[in-house]
């Protein structure tokens, strides 16, 4: 084949495979987002993952890491539809196979994610039709020469053609991804009133670059496996406790919102924020204790871990005798007194408050199983990940931004410290080599909840470093030692530099 051919042919394949991908989303919006081909591949591939590269993903691109994974697997399956389209050109059932087994890849993908139907084949299977019958439009049968170069197919036609599968899939999959993303926001759900309301929450301090007291929804950190948030119907909703219990049961979405409810404001935190880091949040949490769920059920005597069930499948292992400690962990329905977004939860997820979210906040929560570790193991503790996950003491210094510039003159050096279950008692700001000093704090909203902190500061020219320690109340004073991240945690003292004008 000619050069030219070649390429025209790999275009041809490309092109079927783009308009499959694009209508298998769109259809995969009204029967299951997460059966969308490439979401379908995308996420079992993050499942397929070993750790470290996980890991150095996570610290590497942040939250960037789904958009280029979803990247990744298109450019992968392009390239290989494109092949599929050289091969076509030759003989066209061999070129069609490559796009069988693609499409056949993703249909196992979908078909084998947790909680799969047999309906979440059916995205795969549109994909595939509309793929080959691309392919086959395209590419002239029992020709050498794909249908451009053939005598009698205008290049006009060829690239008309092209454009106008090129734009329709375009649509397909854009109006795919809008009805998906427009139905994450259906949450009309009338909350109850708590019986243990908190106390209101104090006026925080108001620095510019400093993080707000209470974090906006819409700002909070969001950290999970999913490439698309399940969207749950709370008319089909359960939440079961089973297990080693007594009294198993399962309560409907009225049933569990008839129980006592109590309001805490807690702050939560992600294992994999680095020092200094963003994937912290702090909010008001409505919920019922999980020990009343506990109680009822009448938990056995073997039992030492709650394993936590995702719609989804996921799932998270927390330690019994820590959640049942006297702290105010629940299965929480509201954030900052709305219900849960679905990017947070909907309709209920588990709070606890100390643990990083990975041992102790599972999202669109279904089932709480009373177990051993033995036994089962969870998401994350089968990826080695630490068992017992206690958020570490950290001070993070939010204004002035490191490697930033600011003017000479009276400045303020601000952040946050928290030290969830313990408290944050005092924080220390070190400016160069000039000794702790002790900076002002902001209202105290308890022991699970982070403290405000700032230091006024005249700054001179030059380049100064900036560190920001934290004391627990019970007198742990934070250490510089830098861990990583993972397996339980960054540990050390955030340190920046400034340059000052
Ligand atoms: N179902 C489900 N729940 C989950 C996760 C997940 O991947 N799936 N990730 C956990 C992790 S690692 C964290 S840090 C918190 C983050 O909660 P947020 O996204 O509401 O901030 O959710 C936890 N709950
Ligand atoms: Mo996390």
Redesign the pocket.
Known sequence: MKARTVLLSAAIGVLAATAGVGLGHLVAAFIAPAASPVLAVGSTVIDATPTPVKEWAVSTFGTADKPILIGTVLIGTLLLAGLGGILAARRFAVGALVLVVLVAASGAAALTRPVAGVADAVPSLVTGLVALAVLRGFTRPHRREPAASAPGVSRRTMLLGGGAVILLSALAAATGEALIRASRTLTNVALPRPADPAAPLPDGLEIEGLSPFRTPTGD???????LTV?IVDVDDWTLTVDGDVERPFTLTWDELLDMDMIERDIT??????EVGGS?V?AARWLGVPLTDLLDRAGVGSRADQILST???G?T?STPLNVATDGRDAMVAVA?NGEP?PR???FPA??ITPGL???V??????ERLTLTTYAEQEA??TARDWAVEGPIKISARIDTPRGLGEIDAGERVIAGVAWAQQRGVDEVQVRIDDGGWRPARLGPDAGVDYWRQWYLPWNATPGRHVVEARAITRDGEVQTTERTSPFPDGSSGIHSIVVRVR
């Open positions: 909070f950190y969001r950290v999970d496996i999913n399940p939560m935190t992600c294992v994999s924020n994937y949040g995702a719609v989804d996921f998270i954030m849960l990017d947070h939860g997820r588990l990083y979210g990975y102790g906040a599972t999202k669109w929560l998401y994350w």
